[in-house]
Nanobody, 121 residues
Framework: QVQLVESGGGLVQAGGSLRLSCATS????????MAWFRQAPGKEREFVAR????????TYANSVKGRFTISGDNAKNTMYLQMNSLKPEDTADYYC??????????????WGQGTQVTVSS
């Protein structure tokens, strides 16, 4: 089992920055990759970014490329999402996820409870 806990969400003005954290516990040595997803009110959950764990190979959704940076600290068992140049359309609940084997970009074994990000215009 792997447990995931997100933090760092909040209210920010457009153009501002936030850093989300995802603390992991349990069988963290088994993790193959981790990712961030988001879900805005009334919309489906969408992929944001993924990182091979532990490592530096990353993948981003086009909507956040150049503005968001995913990273990980294996020693702290924590994944981060640095979000810069935030836009109102980035407003959503953000979820971290982990997968234990190589699978689709959108298929994960474990999910956190989410942290809310609100970007005001």
């Amino acid at each position: 089992q792997v447990q995931l806990v997100e933090s760092g969400g909040g209210l920010v003005q457009a153009g501002g920055s936030l850093r989300l954290s995802c603390a992991t516990s349990g069988r963290t040595f088994s993790i193959y990759a981790m990712a961030w997803f988001r879900q805005a009110p009334g919309k489906e959950r969408e992929f944001v970014a993924r990182i091979r764990w532990p490592g530096v190979i990353t993948t981003y959704a086009n909507s956040v490329k150049g503005r968001f940076t995913i990273s990980g600290d294996n020693a702290k068992n924590t994944m981060y999402l640095q979000m810069n140049s935030l836009k109102p359309e980035d407003t959503a609940d953000y979820y971290c996820a982990a997968v234990l084997t190589q699978r689709s970009l959108y298929d994960y074994d474990y999910w956190g409870q989410g942290t809310q990000v609100t970007v005001s215009s």
